[in-house]
């Protein structure tokens, strides 16, 4: 996991999280707008947790894990600060204006993961692939813009991948 607090992987969508995402040792989040996990401003956390005595182990782990989350809010409110580079998104970013705004604002996450979804077609798969094709073109070619008009482009690499691969005796048709 990244030294300064950040998770090890964060999902950006609405949908629920990968399970490829979820590891032993490390953690992650989930998240569909930068302001989801900003806190009310007045609120200070560290004060919730001021206790005397010995704390049980479950205790503290929560206690640690909500400091955790509270500190991600935190630096989400610094990303959310973060200044537009100027590149133009398409209307569907696929939540890479998110990633780069994250990546640029110092989040040390070592795995963003957006998802594309609408693949399932039938009848009208060409019309439809070519749409959906041409979104996942747009979109990475705005984030990979945004990277390199900030220098930070080499820092990475992007993995494009589907999992629907079902064979037609599979498929019933």
Same mark, same amino acid.
């Given at each position: 996991?990244?030294? =300064?607090?950040?998770? @090890? ?8 999280? !990968?399970?490829?995402?979820? *590891? ?7 998240? !569909?707008?930068? =302001?989801?996990?900003?806190? !009310?401003?007045?609120l ?8 005397? *005595? ?12 909500l $400091?955790?989350? /509270?500190? &991600?809010?935190?630096? $989400?409110?610094?990303a !959310? ?20 705004? $994250? ?13 594309? &979804?609408?693949?399932? &077609?039938? /009848?009208?798969?060409?019309? =439809? ?10 979109? $990475? ?12 482009? @080499? ?15 599979a498929?019933?048709?």
């Amino acid at each position: 996991p990244p030294r =300064d607090g950040s998770p @090890a992987s964060l999902f950006v969508g609405l949908r629920t999280p !990968a399970p490829a995402l979820r *590891g032993r040792r490390s953690t992650s989040s989930a998240l !569909a707008h930068v =302001d989801d996990l900003v806190l !009310a401003q007045g609120l200070h956390p560290a004060r919730a947790f001021r206790e005397r *005595g010995r704390e049980a182990d479950v205790k503290a782990f929560v206690r640690r894990s909500l $400091l955790d989350a /509270y500190a &991600t809010a935190g630096r $989400l409110k610094e990303a !959310a600060d973060t200044k537009e580079t100027g590149v133009r998104y398409p209307s569907n970013d696929l939540g890479l204006r998110l990633v780069s705004r $994250l990546i640029r604002a110092g989040f040390h996450t070592r795995v963003f993961y957006v998802e594309q &979804t609408g693949y399932d &077609t039938h /009848y009208s798969q060409l019309p =439809d692939h070519a749409r959906l094709l041409g979104e996942l073109g747009g979109a $990475l070619r705005a984030f990979l813009d945004d990277l390199g008009s900030a220098g930070l482009a @080499a820092r990475g690499a992007v993995l494009a991948f589907s999992e629907f691969g079902r064979r037609v005796a599979a498929n019933g048709s």
